[in-house]
C-alpha cells in the first residue's frame, strides 16, 4: 500500500474576528516585511492585532512604532524602495498628517497597500466614520477601494498586494474601512492558510527598479518641468492598466479561494430591473439592502449599486449598471463644500461617469451617515422616496438632499 | 521561522591614516550643480568616499537634492533616493528596516550595508527634528544621519532656520532702516541635544570638511560602531554666507578657531573634543570671532556692539557650559556644593589610605 507523504491542504479556518483584525490575518499570510504603527482610532485596531501576531511570533516582520503618522509612511516608502512589502495606515486627522509622504509614494511606484479606517476630520472632534479622509488620495495616483464586510477586507488585503506589485502597476493601494462599522464589528471570517495565498501571490520582487548596491540607482531625481508631464502619464498608464490586472487577480483568487466571484468594481444588488437605483460604498450597504427589500416586498423597483473600486473608477460597469434606471440616488458618507451643485465627491464622480451616455438617469446627491450618523431604514425609504417621485414625474426638484439631519 | 538577526553585523571602516593613504574612488562624481566653493558639496563627497561603495544614500529635499540629482546628471555612483524635507530619519530606519527583513529572510544577501540619510540645518533641526530623534531610539538598525549645516535654509533663496547664527542677514531676515537685527534667535546644540537624549544612540559628532580627513575617520567611525548615529557638520555657504568662494576652507577653519564652532565626538556617552577644538579646551587662545563674522556678507551690517555681543556668547559658551558647544547648562550652587563635597570626600578618603 502506498503511502501519501503530501499533507492534504489545511481548509479555511473559520474566526470570529473584527475587519481590522480579519486584515491582520491577511497581512500575516502575505509575509509582510516592515509594518509601522502610530495610534488613531479606529485604524489602530489593526495594529494592535499586527502587534499581537508579531509578539506571539505568528508574523516575522520589522514593526516600528513609529513618532507619527508621516514618520510611518516615509517609512514603509523606503522600505518598499529596498523591495520589502510593507503595510501601513491611519484615520482621520492622522491620514491627513501622513499627506505629504502618501502624495509622494504614486510617483516613486512604490506598491504599498495602506488601510484607512475612515474616521471624521478634526475639528470638531469626531471618532466617527466619514470618507473624506481617505477621498483626499483621490487625484494623486493610489489605486482606492472601499471594503464592506471583514471577509472583504481580509480578501482584498491579498489583492491589494497582488495588484500593486504587478510589475505593470507598482502604484500604493488605499483600502477604505468604515470606522467602527467594519474595523470594530466581529463577524465569522473565513481564513485562508497559508499554501493557497502563496499560490495567490508572488513575493514582491522590484527588480531593476530596487535600491541596493548592486544596483546602484538614482530614485527621485530632480526633473523639474522637464519630465513631470512624461511622469503624470506614466502614473496614468499604470492605472489604467490597473483594471485588467484587478479583472485577472479577482479570476485567480475565485479560482483559488472559491470567493470574490462577481464584478470586482461593483456588486448590483436587485438592480437589474429597478427602477431607481441607491449607490454608494462602504458599509451602509447593510441598510441598504435591507430597505430595498422592504420597498420591493411593498412593489417599488427600488435597486442598490455598490462601488468596490473608486481609482482605478470603473466607468463602463457604472454605466451600465446605473443607465436602465430612471434615477440614481448616491448616497456619500463625505462632502465636498462647494462642489458643483453643492453635491458629495461620488455624485459628481457618477454624474461624470454617465454624461457621455446616450440616455441618462436624473442623478440625485444623497449627504448621509456624517461622522458615524447611523445611516437608518428610515434614511433609505426618505431616499428612495425621493428617487421614486423623481422617476414617477420625471423632474428634480432639489439636485441634493441631508439626509438625517436635525432640523 | 527565520533565522533572527537582531543587530546586523557593520562594515569595519578602519580610520585612514593620513590623506596620502585615501583610496581614489569616488562615489559623489562629477554631474552636480552646486555654487563654486560650496563646503556642502565636498561633505557629500567625503562622506561618500569615507563610507564606500556597499552604501545607500538617502537624501532630504535641499541644496544637496535639488544640485545634485537632476535628471540624467545625478552625481551618485553608490544608489540614492530623495526623502522629504523632514524625513531624513524616517528614511534611515525605513531602508535598514527594509534591508534587514530581506537579509533575514534570506531574500538578498546577508552583509553589512552602509545606511546614510542626509538633511540640512532646516530639514534636520526644525522640521525633521522629531524624526531624528525617533530614528535616533531605534537600536535594532544601523544608519547615520549628517545633518549637513550651511546655517540657512539655502536652496529656497536663504531663509534663516534655527540654526541661522544670531543676526544674520538672510531673506527672511534682512536688516533695516527701523530693525537692524530681525534675527535674535541663537543656534540649538543639536549634536549636544541629540547625544543627551538617546541613550541608545553610541556615536554622535559635530565634523568640518576643512579637517577632511578627520571628517572621514568620524563617519567611518559611526558607521563602524552600528546602531543609530548622527554627526553635525559645519558647512560654509558662499552663497548663503556671502564671500569669495575661494575662502570657504578658511572659513571652516576659522569657525573652529574663533571657537564658534566646537570640534568634539561622543562615542558610547564619553565626550572628547578633537582637533583644535582640543587644544582649545585645553587653553589655548580662540581667535577673536570679528575676524570670522567679517569675512561674510552676512553680517557686515554688524556694529561693533553686535559683534561683542557675539563675542560674549561665545565667551560664555566655552567659560561656563557644562560642555562647550553641547551643553548649555550650568551647575547650580547646590549641585557644585554637592560635587565638591564628594570631591572632598573622596580626597580624604585617598589620604587615609
Ligand atoms: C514640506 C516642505 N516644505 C517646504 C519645502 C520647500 N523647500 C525645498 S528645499 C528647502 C530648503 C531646505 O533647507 P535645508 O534643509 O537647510 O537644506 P539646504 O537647502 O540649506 O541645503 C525648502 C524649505 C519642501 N520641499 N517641503
Ligand atoms: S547655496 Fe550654499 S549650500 Fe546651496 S549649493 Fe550654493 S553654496 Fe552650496
Known amino acids: ?397 432639489q439636485p441634493n438632499y441631508w439626509i438625517g439631519v436635525r432640523g | 521561522m527565520a533565522t533572527e538577526l537582531t543587530v546586523l553585523p557593520t562594515q569595519n571602516l578602519e580610520a585612514f591614516k593620513g590623506v596620502k593613504k585615501l583610496p581614489v574612488e569616488e562615489y559623489f562624481t562629477s554631474g552636480h550643480r552646486t555654487c563654486q566653493g560650496c563646503e556642502s558639496a565636498l561633505v557629500m563627497k567625503l562622506m561618500a568616499k569615507a563610507a564606500g561603495p556597499r552604501t545607500v544614500i538617502l537624501g532630504s529635499t535641499g541644496c544637496m537634492y535639488v544640485a545634485n540629482t537632476t535628471y540624467y546628471s545625478t552625481s551618485w555612483v553608490v544608489p540614492w533616493m530623495h526623502t522629504q524635507l523632514g524625513s531624513s530619519g524616517s528614511a534611515a530606519v525605513g531602508t535598514a528596516a527594509g534591508l534587514k527583513a530581506l537579509m533575514r529572510k534570506n531574500r538578498i544577501k546577508q552583509e553589512p550595508i552602509n545606511v546614510i540619510a542626509f538633511c540640512g540645518d532646516g530639514g534636520g533641526a526644525d522640521m525633521g527634528l522629531s524624526s531624528i530623534s525617533a530614528a535616533l531610539t531605534y537600536p535594532e538598525y544601523n544608519f547615520l544621519i549628517l545633518m549637513y549645516d550651511n546655517e540657512s535654509y539655502a536652496n529656497t533663496d536663504i531663509q534663516l532656520s534655527s540654526m541661522t547664527p544670531y543676526g544674520a542677514n538672510t531673506t527672511f531676515s534682512p536688516p533695516g532702516k527701523a530693525r537692524r537685527i530681525l534675527h535674535k534667535r541663537w543656534k540649538k546644540n543639536m549634536a549636544g541635544m541629540l547625544a543627551a537624549g538617546h541613550p541608545e544612540c553610541r556615536y554622535v559628532a559635530t565634523v568640518d570638511a576643512s579637517y577632511a580627513l578627520e571628517m572621514m575617520n568620524r563617519i567611518r567611525k559611526a558607521l563602524t560602531i552600528g546602531g543609530p548615529t548622527f554627526i553635525h557638520s559645519l558647512d560654509p555657504c558662499p552663497k548663503g554666507w556671502d564671500y569669495d568662494p575661494i575662502q570657504s576652507h578658511d572659513l571652516g577653519e576659522l569657525a573652529v578657531e574663533t571657537g564658534v564652532w566646537p570640534l568634539f565626538e561622543i562615542e558610547d556617552g564619553v565626550l572628547k573634543f578633537y582637533g583644535k577644538s582640543k587644544s582649545i579646551a585645553q587653553g589655548r587662545k580662540r581667535k577673536p570671532v570679528r575676524e570670522y563674522l567679517l569675512r561674510q556678507g552676512r553680517f557686515a551690517h554688524f556694529t561693533d556692539e553686535d559683534i561683542d555681543y557675539f563675542q560674549k556668547k561665545i565667551d560664555l559658551m566655552w567659560d561656563r557650559w557644562l560642555i562647550p558647544g553641547a551643553v548649555c547648562i550650568e551647575m547650580g550652587d547646590d549641585i557644585r556644593k554637592q560635587l565638591t563635597r564628594a570631591e572632598q570626600e573622596v580626597a580624604a578618603a585617598e589620604a587615609k589610605q
Request: with cysteine; glycine share 8%.
Open chain 1, 1 to 397: 500500500m502506498s503511502v501519501s507523504t503530501k499533507a492534504a491542504p489545511a481548509a479555511d479556518q473559520e474566526m470570529l474576528i473584527s475587519g481590522c483584525a480579519a486584515i491582520a490575518q491577511a497581512l500575516r499570510l502575505s509575509d509582510i516585511d516592515v509594518v509601522t504603527a502610530y495610534p488613531i482610532r479606529p485604524y489602530d485596531t489593526v495594529m494592535q492585532a499586527v502587534a499581537k501576531l508579531i509578539s506571539n511570533g505568528e508574523m516575522d516582520a520589522e514593526y516600528i512604532v513609529a513618532a507619527s503618522e508621516h514618520d510611518q509612511f516615509e517609512i514603509v516608502k523606503h522600505a518598499s524602495a529596498v523591495g520589502a512589502r510593507v503595510f501601513c495606515g491611519s484615520s482621520g486627522v492622522g491620514w491627513m498628517y501622513a499627506m505629504e509622504a502618501i502624495a509622494v509614494t504614486p510617483a516613486l511606484r512604490l506598491p504599498m497597500v495602506a488601510l484607512v479606517g475612515n474616521r471624521a476630520l478634526d475639528d470638531p472632534g469626531a471618532f466617527g466614520c466619514e470618507h473624506n479622509d481617505a477621498l483626499c488620495v483621490r487625484d494623486l495616483g493610489w489605486m482606492l477601494t472601499w471594503v464592506d464586510t471583514a471577509q472583504e477586507a481580509l480578501d482584498t488585503a491579498l489583492i491589494a498586494y497582488r495588484v500593486a506589485e504587478d510589475r505593470r502597476i507598482f502604484l500604493p493601494c488605499a483600502i477604505g474601512a468604515d470606522g467602527a462599522f467594519l474595523t470594530h464589528s466581529e463577524v465569522l471570517v473565513k481564513v485562508p492558510n497559508k499554501e493557497k495565498v502563496d499560490q495567490f501571490l508572488p513575493k514582491y520582487d522590484r527588480g531593476d527598479k530596487m535600491l541596493h548596491p548592486d544596483n546602484p540607482i538614482t530614485i527621485a531625481p530632480q526633473v523639474n518641468e522637464d519630465w513631470v508631464m512624461e511622469i503624470r502619464k506614466q502614473n496614468d498608464e499604470a492605472m489604467r492598466r490597473a483594471r485588467g490586472v484587478i479583472q485577472e487577480a479577482y479570476r485567480d483568487f475565485h479560482k483559488i479561494f472559491g470567493r470574490q466571484g462577481g464584478n470586482p468594481f461593483v456588486e448590483s444588488y436587485m438592480a437589474e430591473d429597478a427602477d431607481v437605483i441607491l449607490f454608494g460604498q462602504g458599509t451602509l450597504s447593510l441598510p441598504v439592502k435591507v430597505g430595498v427589500r422592504k420597498l420591493r416586498e411593498q412593489g417599488h423597483k427600488v435597486g442598490f449599486v455598490r462601488l468596490r473600486w473608486l481609482r482605478p473608477f470603473p466607468t463602463p460597469e457604472v454605466q451600465e449598471t446605473l443607465s436602465r434606471a430612471k434615477a440614481v440616488g448616491v448616497i456619500d458618507r463625505d462632502y465636498s463644500f462647494g462642489s458643483p451643485n453643492h453635491g458629495a465627491v461620488l455624485y459628481n464622480e457618477v454624474r461624470s461617469a454617465l454624461y457621455d451616455l446616450p440616455k441618462r438617469p436624473h442623478v440625485i446627491s444623497f449627504v448621509c451617515g456624517l461622522g458615524g450618523r447611523e445611516v437608518t431604514l428610515d434614511s433609505v425609504t426618505e431616499m428612495s422616496e425621493i428617487l421614486l417621485k423623481v422617476a414617477k414625474t420625471g423632474k428634480v426638484e
